[in-house]
């Protein structure tokens, strides 16, 4: 063929480089895998080899530099007979490009498919992502619900239209690994792991100095991490990520009061900035206050707050940012996933040895300034050690010991401090009583416990590896007390309980998460303190909570149950509820208002979904405050909880989940006939395949690669498994995993069969070693690297700029047609929108379209179903055919000027629209500077006029460059040659006239 011709036609065509493109660049052929906008106007074109010489290679082009960069003419596109068994070689060059062109539309083609047991309402964030002109999303589900899963879900769906190539995680530093093995075991998304010991094994993989976030594509991160390590923090301002994923996100989100922004929150704007899609996670996604929620709104679209002090549904409605469901809303689904909890409250009388602390205790008279003043700060000083005596003695005798430290070190004491540190001391006196009885027979809350877990007729037992326990309490000295003191009583051994605490480094927490999940670990209670209480898995062999100390915060009793009281629990989850029955008015009081907590918990998991609703202030450190208000306050019981009946009815005024819905996606009205979950199965749409499974196209692949090598490197032993050695490319290629996904004898075991993997990664997670821990199966499925491999391989089996003549006896004798594939980009290079069509003729007639789908099936392309009788006698059929090819190309491109026609105003509307939406925003926000501006002093006005002014439209000047950028469409679409076809009477009739 004519390469300067094609190279002619093709410069003309350089804006329409699309993924799936081929290029004919410095004299080889490549496949464009991606495209990206690049610092100096032009694409960073990233491809595959194609033609012999850089077949298997990976390079990367930037159009600016090239000279030559061409999108070969279709119409020269060279047509060759296939000669391999069934048209194989064919069916596999077709289905690799079915499966790398997905249209960008909100359809589910493949996230539902991951090795979870599917529940519908976990599709809905990813609809709603996928409905997003740039997917920006905020999902706040409930505790327990599977955020994890549902933002893999959207990830999925991302990376298979081409948006999902770099991915950064930023999580707890507990959760790193959990995360980590979430997405890789049953979403076959690799996250190399940056904690304490990723970090050093990634410096001694990369060159000194180089960017960590460059070299991986893919990575994991704890905020604490990244707050911490400065290098780190650098790092991110040069680099760019398709996906950024926030866990845990209210850890990042301002607070109400606070006086400018803290470090964790600057760190997520920064965040914000780097990636095109952003998916935040938390199930308590703000603390109350306009302020703390636009914070997080203004990660996902800075454009659409003026001023996060003042807001009207009017102006924001229908942005879409935010999903929120409760257990409530959807336990019409997960009847089976879900079990309805019991709770037990175990009560017991205080001992008299409590009794003379708690009078001790009401006895001091604490000091502010030196001074003793009776009133609220004085009974806050007095709640404050209360809430450790509350938890245990040894908690509240360290509490007591730094005060009197305090006070004893100031260098005068005066007369009302000496008697607040003389009382302090009768009070620490009679902690130690307590703390001295070897078998703590006067601390009747853990004795109740003890003698809970002892009763036969409460069935635990420590021999019994299914039945953990879990037990809570917020302070350290009460969890290193009852490691002693459970482990002499219950005749544990030192390796069957362990404390999991905040001071624990990152490594320590997430060895000790993995043990407590492995059936064959020796550990039967973990003590947890409420670093434990976000995100972590601890369901596995447990289903008994324990709180030995009541929470003073209400998201602190949904975060702790969640552990246990989740989706995937197999038994009925226990939580156990340890309650004091004091003499004393007072204490008794007090202690009955932490029990009005645990009941307006259990009725918000019954009936409303959100418990922090009562206290109306959603955080829970103030929650907490506001709990010790009220008993400073000295609230009795019956007082506390109309308080907290009249906040929750006066819900409608809260800022926080005012705007939570007002962020929310518009409900839908049609379909009213359907159930929530019917609508979201509804929007799950296959894909057209010619293979009847993945594992069907897996072997063919195999199969074909592996013709005429002396050594054959993949094996089939039976079932739906393959075990594969990777050749040379495809082991570089997976260098890019973590390093715990790599297989360790080079050998990669591969199963379609979810089960399977299922168990596997079961079994896996009960290994002792690290190792070990990671599955030995993995998920057969399109998003597994070596799957991907596969697809770029057959992908180059016809050569440069080639496409294969297949024969039908299905079609007319006198029939011939193209199978055609045509997409048109955004000026980003992604692709818009994508089209298959095939063009027939009969005889010397003109062409026609056939949608894609009706073809195959009439023609009956199906892998393995149409026999091959050999290339002889097809010289004459490929001369005829290429003779009309361009015809062919001409009608395709028509079609595909007609589609862009209406697209394209269909899309200009809908940027105008944005457009304009974007500048009246604008306008807004440069007003409501003003008025922020009008009581400064004229020379501070106008400096900070300036600087505000120029980040104001810094942020909609880029914001509208990106819409511009994705919502308009290039103007010539790009054609591909997948496929002649026709019948074989034809080859017969040829080959006997020659």
Known sequence: MAVAAALEVGLKMLSSIAPGSRVEVRNEEWLVKRVDTSADGGFVLSCEGVSDLVQGRSALFLTKLEDNIAILDPARTELVADESNSFDAAMLFLESTLRRCLPNDDKLRLGHLAVMNLVPYQLDPAIQGLRQPRTRLLIADAVGLGKTLEAAILTTELIQRGRGKRILVVTQKAMLTQFQKEWWCRFSIPLVRLDSQGIARVRNRIPANHNPFNYFDRTIISVDTLKSNLEYRNYLENAWWDIIVIDECHNVAARAGEEGLARRARLARQLSTRSDTLILLSATPHDGSARSFASLMTLLDPTSISDPDDYTRDDYSGKGLVIRRFKKDIKDQVADDFQERSVLRLRQQASASEERAYEALLNIRFTQSGRYQAGKNQELQRVGLQKG????????????????????????????????????????????????????????????????????????????????????????????????????????????????????????????????????????????????????????????????????????????????????????????????????????????????????????????????????????????????????????????????????????????????????????????????????????????????SDFAYAKAALEQLSQGQKHRFWSHSGGQVISLTPPPDLEERLKQLPREAQVHDGQYHLSADKDAVARAIEEARQAKSEEESWPALQYLWPQHPIMEWLGDRVLTHFGRHRAPLIQSPNIAPDEQAFVLMSLIPNRKGQPLLVDWQAATRRGAGVFALEPFAEFIRRAGLRAGALPNRGPGGTGPVITSLQQALSGAIRLMDQHMADLCRSFSADLSARLANTLAELKAMQERQIHQLELDLEKQLETVRASRRSRRSREINKVFDDYRGWVEDTLTAEPKPWIQVMLAVCHPDQIVRAGASS
């Open 389 to 692: 005596l509350f938890s245990s003695p040894a908690a509240a005798r360290k509490s007591t010991e730094n005060r009197i430290k305090l006070l004893a070190s100031k260098e005068q004491t005066s007369d009302a401090e000496r008697e607040e540190i003389r009382g302090l001391e009768d009070f620490q006196a009679c902690l130690d009583a307590l703390l001295a009885e070897p078998d703590a027979a006067s601390f009747s809350k853990y004795q109740r416990l003890l003698g809970q877990l002892r009763d036969p007729a409460f069935g635990w037992s420590a021999g019994n590896t299914a039945d953990r326990l879990v037990i809570f309490s917020e302070r350290i000295e009460t969890l290193n007390w009852l490691l002693e003191h459970l482990r002499q009583d219950l005749g544990l051994h030192s390796n069957q309980i362990a404390v999991l605490h905040g001071a624990m480094s990152d490594t320590e927490q997430q060895d000790l998460v993995e043990r407590f999940g492995r059936s064959d670990d020796t550990i039967r209670i973990l003590l947890c303190s409420d670093v434990a209480s976000e995100g972590l898995n601890l369901h596995y062999f447990c289903h008994r909570l324990v709180h030995f100390d009541l929470p003073w915060s209400l998201m602190v009793f949904q975060q702790r149950n969640g552990r246990v009281d989740r989706y995937g629990q197999k038994h009925q989850p226990q939580i156990i509820y340890l309650f004091t029955e004091a003499a004393s008015e007072k204490i008794r009081g007090d202690l009955r208002i932490l029990e009005i907590l645990e009941k307006k918990d259990e009725q918000a998991v019954k009936n409303l979904g959100d418990p922090s609703i009562f206290l109306g202030v959603h955080s829970a450190e103030k929650e907490s405050e506001k709990v010790s208000d009220i008993m400073a306050a000295g609230k009795s019981a019956e007082e506390f909880e109309t308080i907290l009946d009249k906040t929750a009815q006066a819900k409608e005024d809260d800022e926080g989940e005012f705007l939570l819905r007002l962020f929310a996606a518009e409900p839908e009205t049609e379909d009213a006939g359907r159930s929530a979950g019917e609508r979201s199965m509804q929007q799950i749409e296959a894909p057209p395949s010619l293979f009847e």
